[in-house]
């Protein structure tokens, strides 16, 4: 039996084919055909740069799309990596004269009519810009990369330049939420009413099923983690946090501010904020949900002060991702945006917080003992269990651990790339895994974060160790983070103990049956510190 054929075409390829030898190609393709877009090489350090090359494929993938059908786009990783659309013809001849437009062969012969389809081509793409919103879209999750990066350039431009003052007062009056880098997803179409979200969070509507939406579209690979009802405690001197019974966070308190005066300039400040209102009530009748849950869609006036006051607070039970809800909708925010407690920040909050300490002594109070033998694994056991770790905690689109231990690998003993989510395409996450088993602590000096960053491209940062986690080190990972950009993560022996207690399937897979049987000696009135229960917070980026 003959193996099939696929096909996988590019610019470069189609240039060099008249429309007869693309029709050929297409005919005796007996599998799916893949179109490569090439991505960006370099650096691209303006936003609207990077908004123009994901605008520049979703064109393309957009008027192909009526000459195919089974038409998708793979997961995209970075407007660095090339854009895969994979489909199957159903009008051959339309396609193959689509693509030979899209990419026109030069001809020396003929240069005039050569730069002649380039304009008429030029012209097509910048009213396909032009009219975006108003389109039914194939690829609404290309847009939204195209948008956001849009909404990041333009405050760039308006940060630098003092003349455009009427164009972005002309652009906010009719596009208000993004003043405060939002926009209105174009998903928002394929699911009924507008949502709206921005490189950080999401703001969805009141009586809208969030965890369906999470399922559909907030990145998660397997299953959504689960979500429970969290409290919310400021104190003096400290940042507030989020906790319940399993997880605790610091409250991203900026960020739900940023996402609630957006909500509120939206629907009750704002030139359009009659229309916006009115528009989303009669989408949330549409779907059947009960208008008096939403009190302001009813009557618009609601007490300035008692707007914003936040009602409701879930937190998945990783933490992972915090869900705050008040009077005019619900915000959603993901590990970008929600921090750990470092270590030694916790003995602050140990002196004053009689109802967190009680609800994280009742769980620790009935557990087996968590510390785990450190000192039975060697270092490549190590990287194969942080490898582990990694899979479970961030269902990774690609992941690589790169190698044996001790190899040359550049800093980089695993490479993984986040599943990206509306709003935000994935991440490329650069993990330095150190082996400790005296429980001496890891200092900056031994761990390389800015070359491999550099190196390798790298838009996020994490360092897993069996030790505890030296201030240089907190430092130095805060610093690269804030200079370049970038996110960062960090996984000591408490957070990998506390998430082997979770998930003891790999528990027992690394340190066996020891585990398994080795009970807690401690009474009732013997608690594990705060210290140690506050660094048990989410795996989420600082």
């Not at 960062?488 to 020891?514: C, M, N, Q, V």
Request: aromatic share 10%.
């Amino acid at each position: 039996m003959s193996q099939e054929i696929s096909i996988t075409l590019n610019p470069s390829q189609i240039r060099q084919c008249s429309c007869d030898d693309l029709c050929h190609i297409l005919e005796n393709a007996k599998q799916d055909i893949i179109l490569e877009i090439p991505g960006e090489e370099g650096y691209l350090y303006s936003s609207l740069d990077q908004a123009e090359v994901f605008c520049g494929a979703l064109f393309i993938g957009e008027k192909i799309a009526e000459f195919c059908e089974n038409i998708y786009v793979k997961e995209i990783l970075s407007y660095r990596e090339p854009i895969y659309f994979s489909f199957q013809p159903n009008n051959i001849p339309g396609l193959a004269k689509q693509l030979a437009w899209l990419f026109p062969f030069c001809d020396l012969d003929s240069d005039d009519d050569y730069h002649d389809l380039l304009d008429d081509l030029e012209n097509e793409y910048l009213d396909f810009r032009h009219n975006l919103e108003s389109r039914i879209l194939k690829f609404p999750e290309i847009a939204d990369f195209y948008l956001g990066n849009c909404v990041e350039g333009q405050q760039e431009s308006a940060d630098n330049c003092n003349n455009e003052e009427e164009y972005f007062r002309e652009l906010h009056s009719k596009y208000p939420e993004q003043i405060h880098y939002f926009w209105r997803s174009f998903l928002s179409n394929e699911i009924g009413y507008d949502f709206y979200v921005s490189q950080k969070s999401w703001i969805v509507p009141l009586g809208v099923d969030i965890k369906e939406l999470l399922k559909r579209y907030g990145g998660f690979k397997n299953e959504v983690p689960d979500l429970e009802a969290a409290e919310y405690l400021s104190l003096l001197n400290c940042p507030p946090i989020a906790f319940q019974n399993k997880n605790l966070i610091i409250f991203p308190e900026s960020d739900v501010y940023q996402a609630q005066k957006c909500a509120e300039y939206m629907w009750f400040e704002s030139p359009e904020c009659d229309k916006i209102r009115e528009n989303m009530r009669a989408k949330i009748i549409q779907l059947g949900i009960d208008i008096t849950t939403i009190p302001f869609l009813l009557n618009s006036y609601i007490n300035q002060e008692n707007r914003t006051q936040i009602q409701k607070i879930l937190l998945s039970i990783e933490g992972d991702v915090l869900i705050v809800q008040d009077r005019i909708a619900q915000y959603v925010l993901f590990p970008k945006t929600l921090k750990k407690i470092k270590p030694e920040d916790g003995e602050k909050y140990l002196e004053s917080i009689s109802k967190l300490s009680e609800s994280l002594r009742t769980l620790i109070g009935r557990t087996t003992d968590i510390a785990c033998p450190w000192d039975k694994l060697d270092d490549n056991q190590f990287e194969e269990l942080c490898y582990d770790v990694v899979n479970y905690r961030h269902q990774p689109s690609k992941i690589l651990k790169m190698g044996k231990s001790r190899s040359r690998d550049g800093g980089r003993d695993i490479v993984f790339h986040t599943t990206g989510r509306a709003g935000q395409p994935p991440v490329k996450w650069i993990v330095q895994c150190k082996l400790i088993r005296d429980g001496s602590s890891l200092a900056g000096s031994k761990v390389q974060v800015a070359d491999p960053v550099d190196q390798y491209g790298a838009g996020g940062f994490c360092v897993m160790t069996s030790g505890v986690i030296d201030s240089t080190l907190y430092d130095k990972l805060e610093g690269v983070a804030r200079n370049r950009g970038i996110e960062i993560d960090w996984w000591s022996r408490l957070e990998l103990e506390r998430f082997l207690a979770r998930h003891t399937e790999l528990r027992d897979r690394y340190f066996g049956k020891e585990m398994e049987n080795k009970k807690s000696s401690h009474s009732e009135n013997v608690q594990l510190s705060l210290l140690d229960i506050l660094d048990n917070s989410s795996s989420g980026s600082s």
